[in-house]
Nanobody, 119 residues
Framework: QVQLVESGGGLVQPGGSLRLSCAASGSIFSFNAMGWYRQAPGKQRDLVAA???????NYADSVKGRFTISRDGAKNTLYLQMNSLKPEDTAVYYC?????????????WGQGTQVTVSS
């Protein structure tokens, strides 16, 4: 059973920074990819940033240059460094891990952590 536990959310002023963490119950390199998604009230859950097992990354256009996804294999932890935060970054942020087996995607999700950007 895969468990993902997020932490690091909170209230921050515009222009501020936060670092989210996602601790996995097993090796993060066992997944084909991991990523961060976010969901604002009344909106769909969207991809923010992702990293493959090989280390390739991709970002939503809205966060390019401000957010950085990284990982620590020794700690089995995924990170999202968020800088220059804007009010529109306010959302619940979810950690995702994806395994691909027999051409089928298996997605695992954390419980989410709230990020609020407000003065």
């Amino acid at each position: 059973q895969v468990q993902l536990v997020e932490s690091g959310g909170g209230l921050v002023q515009p222009g501020g920074s936060l670092r989210l963490s996602c601790a996995a119950s097993g090796s993060i390199f066992s997944f084909n990819a991991m990523g961060w998604y976010r969901q604002a009230p009344g909106k769909q859950r969207d991809l923010v940033a992702a990293i493959t097992s090989g280390g390739s990354t991709n970002y939503a256009d809205s966060v390019k240059g401000r957010f950085t996804i990284s990982r620590d294999g020794a700690k089995n932890t995924l990170y999202l460094q968020m800088n220059s935060l804007k009010p529109e970054d306010t959302a619940v942020y979810y950690c995702n891990a994806r395994s691909v087996r027999a051409w089928t995607d298996y997605d695992y999700w954390g419980q989410g952590t709230q990020v609020t950007v407000s003065s």
